[in-house]
T-cell receptor, first 113, second 114 residues
Framework: AQSVAQPEDQVNVAEGNPLTVKCTYSVSGNPYLFWYVQYPNRGLQFLLKYITGDNLVKGSYGFEAEFNKSQTSFHLKKPSALVSDSALYFCAVRERGDYKLSFGAGTTVTVRA | NAGVTQTPKFRILKIGQSMTLQCAQDMNHNYMYWYRQDPGMGLKLIYYSVGAGITDKGEVPNGYNVSRSTTEDFPLRLELAAPSQTSVYFC?????????????FGPGTRLTVL
């Protein structure tokens, strides 16, 4: 069975500082990993995904994520956070050969001016 | 290209009432999904469909039904609403040809059962 853990319910950073949102996963085989962002009263928007190849994945809005197989992690990062990055972030995993996604509980990011 | 659309945006039901949440996509995606989102719980898969006429249960199907008569539409039916079904419901779709495909989400329906 596949699962995702987001160990932090909330992350607070000052604008201009680096932002990291943590995610660890558990799958039987090789994973496909995804990050989504949800702004208030909106649906989930796709940010980026890891399929294979380079462990550093670049996505929308200046976000990137690093796949670390030995630590089974896929942390989301942004070098310089903006107030507009304040939102709920979800990590999700899919096992190869499956079409269903398993989501983490989400991390609320607040960027203060 | 509207993507994934959902109606209604908000709804209040009384216990025992029924309703249908509508979902449509115009991306010619084969796969469609229904999730519910509860605070602190992430998203849980209710039902999914791999094509017209084919549906299957997800993690939390009890109390819900679905149908898929066309590629575009995937309605979710609540027959006897219960307070435990108070949640935000998201529909999603993906091309489905490859397991690397991205799922794209609709704006959600916020349902309250009183």
């Amino acid at each position: 069975a596949q699962s995702v853990a987001q160990p932090e319910d909330q992350v607070n950073v000052a604008e201009g500082n680096p932002l990291t949102v943590k995610c660890t996963y558990s799958v039987s085989g090789n994973p496909y990993l995804f990050w989504y962002v949800q702004y208030p009263n909106r649906g989930l928007q796709f940010l980026l995904k890891y399929i294979t190849g380079d462990n550093l994945v670049k996505g929308s809005y200046g976000f990137e994520a690093e796949f670390n197989k030995s630590q089974t992690s896929f942390h989301l990062k942004k070098p310089s956070a903006l107030v507009s990055d304040s939102a709920l972030y979800f990590c999700a995993v899919r096992e190869r050969g499956d079409y269903k996604l398993s989501f983490g509980a989400g991390t609320t990011v607040t960027v203060r001016a | 290209n509207a993507g994934v659309t959902q109606t209604p945006k908000f709804r209040i039901l009384k216990i025992g009432q029924s309703m249908t949440l509508q979902c449509a996509q115009d991306m010619n995606h084969n796969y469609m999904y229904w999730y519910r989102q509860d605070p602190g719980m992430g998203l849980k898969l209710i039902y999914y469909s791999v094509g017209a006429g084919i549906t299957d249960k997800g993690e939390v199907p009890n109390g819900y039904n679905v149908s898929r008569s066309t590629t575009e539409d995937f309605p979710l039916r609540l027959e006897l609403a219960a307070p435990s079904q108070t949640s935000v419901y998201f529909c999603a779709s993906s091309y489905g040809r490859y397991d690397t495909d991205t799922q794209y989400f609709g704006p959600g329906t916020r349902l309250t059962v009183l």
